[in-house]
């Protein structure tokens, strides 16, 4: 079984744009969480879409967003992007719902703003 | 903040069990004890997780005390490709669904040597 898709692997951005990350789950979960990476904080908890509907979101400023499609698919948007949002972005997938089943990640995109 | 503590290094011998500690003293009823690993530029690879007794899977086992305030990760015969953080997480399972939201700690840098 394929394991979590996310692309694309690397992307360099400058101060001001925005990006759009995508991410496929692993097929038949409909759970999909969002995660960053900086040497500096860690890995750290952005959101998580079940069923297209946001479950949960930590604490991120409102430049972030992200949604979940019908095939379960998402994407993660980050507009007017600052130097301090390099980071490795991770998503990770689960069965969802009522289950307590182990969330996989994928191999995160690196974002470099510069 | 998280809920887990663990020492932030550890070698390991070749071919010898590897044994990771971790601390949760202050863990609920209704959290399980996952663990995953990080290999550089990769995303976190579940390994085990479990709730109150002893688990073991492909990958490792998973030892938890009678009091569930601490727990060990083992590895029964590390090699070189082993060598990862490895983080040990508490994350909330209800009969509506585990939360997605892991908080990551520091984890543990377990280097394998050859």
């Known amino acids: 079984k394929a394991g979590v898709t996310q692309t694309p692997r690397y992307l360099i951005k400058t101060r001001g744009q925005q990006v759009t990350l995508s991410c496929s789950p692993i097929?038949?979960?409909?759970?999909v969480s969002w995660y960053q990476q900086t040497p500096g904080q860690g890995l750290q908890f952005l959101f998580e879409y079940f069923s297209e509907t946001q479950r949960n979101k930590g604490n991120f400023p409102g430049r972030f967003s992200g949604r979940q499609f019908s095939n379960s698919r998402s994407e993660m948007n980050v507009s007017t992007l600052e130097l301090g949002d390099s980071a490795l972005y991770l998503c990770?997938?689960?069965?969802?719902?009522?289950?307590?089943?182990?969330?996989?990640f994928g191999n995160g995109t690196r974002l470099t703003v510069t | 903040d998280a809920k887990t503590t663990q020492p932030p290094s550890m070698d390991c011998a070749e071919g010898r069990a590897a044994n990771l500690p971790c601390n949760h003293s202050?863990?609920?009823?209704?959290?399980?004890v996952y663990w995953y690993r990080q290999i550089h530029s990769q995303g976190p690879q579940y390994i085990i997780h479990?709730?109150?007794n002893n688990e073991t899977n492909e990958m490792a086992s998973l030892i938890i005390t009678e009091d569930r305030k601490s727990s060990t990760l083992i590895l029964p015969h590390a090699t070189l490709r082993d060598t990862a953080v490895y983080y040990c997480?508490?994350?909330?399972?209800?009969?509506?669904?585990?939360?997605?939201?892991?908080?990551f700690g520091t984890g543990t840098l377990l280097a394998v040597q050859p």
């Open positions: 097929s038949g979960h409909r759970s």
């Open positions: 990770a997938s689960s069965l969802g719902g009522a289950t307590n089943s182990p969330l996989h």
């Open positions: 479990g709730l109150k």
């Open positions: 997480i508490v994350r909330v399972a209800t009969y509506g669904g585990a939360t997605n939201k892991l908080i």
């Open positions: 202050t863990i609920s009823g209704n959290e399980y």
